[in-house]
T-cell receptor, first 113, second 115 residues
């Protein structure tokens, strides 16, 4: 049972376009929502994260939008570049779960030149 | 930089073999994890360890065990490998220091094929 649902499974975007990946969760006890980026042959690495007390967080071209009432959060990549081509995972952590993260299914992003 | 090293990147094992996947981190992190990554399923937690000799089952522990005798090393053991354990295995670590936030650092993965 997937507690964090991620869509789409794959995404193709032209260079300079906006990439949008969505995640939805059910458990209201989640209090930390990171996004991880994984390049082929590498392990995932933290990209950006948000807590539910804010609705948006921006770091460079990457923005997380968070909708607490809808229990959804999304990653927006502005001015997408071929170097952004990777697999992206959303995740969530419960307040009482210590370090445990629950991951979404992943989105394979391809940015065409 | 945090370094999480998985010594075996690619393994091919036979059904029924006992398999050891080793992971070492160099940042004195208290917490260590083993995840399994499969297409369309994301990352699923197998086991994690709060500290030396402490372990807790994750979401899919069946068929696996772990060992953490030293703080820097966390081993995943497949007691009797089966073909449905063919997957990529990711080790990760995290410090409990509040200053470091919740960042989990991953190794580069171990690709296991069971034939």
């Amino acid at each position: 049972q997937q507690q964090v649902k991620q869509s789409p499974q794959s995404l193709i975007v032209q260079k300079g376009g906006i990439s949008i990946i969505n995640c939805a969760y059910e458990n209201t006890a989640f209090d930390y929502f990171p996004w991880y980026q994984q390049f082929p042959g590498k392990g995932p690495a933290l990209l950006i994260a948000i807590r539910p007390d804010v609705s948006e967080k921006k770091e460079g071209r990457f923005t997380i939008s968070f909708n607490k009432s809808a229990k959804q959060f999304s990653l927006h990549i502005m001015d997408s570049q071929p170097g952004d081509s990777a697999t992206y995972f959303c995740a969530a952590k419960r307040r009482t779960s210590g370090s445990r993260l629950t991951f979404g299914e992943g989105t394979q992003l391809t940015v065409n030149p | 930089d945090v370094k999480v090293t998985q010594s075996s990147r690619y393994l091919v094992k036979r059904t029924g073999e006992k398999v050891f996947l080793e992971c070492v981190q160099d940042m004195d992190h208290e917490n260590m994890f083993w995840y399994r990554q499969d297409p369309g399923l994301g990352l699923r937690l197998i086991y994690f360890s709060y500290d030396v000799k402490m372990k807790e089952k994750g979401d899919i522990p069946e068929g696996y065990s772990v060992s953490r005798e030293k703080k820097e090393r966390f081993s995943l053991i497949l007691e009797s490998a089966s073909t449905n354990q063919t997957s990529m295995y990711l080790c990760a670590s995290r410090t409990v220091s509040l200053l470091s936030g919740n960042t989990i650092y991953f190794g580069e993965g171990s690709w296991l094929t069971v034939v």
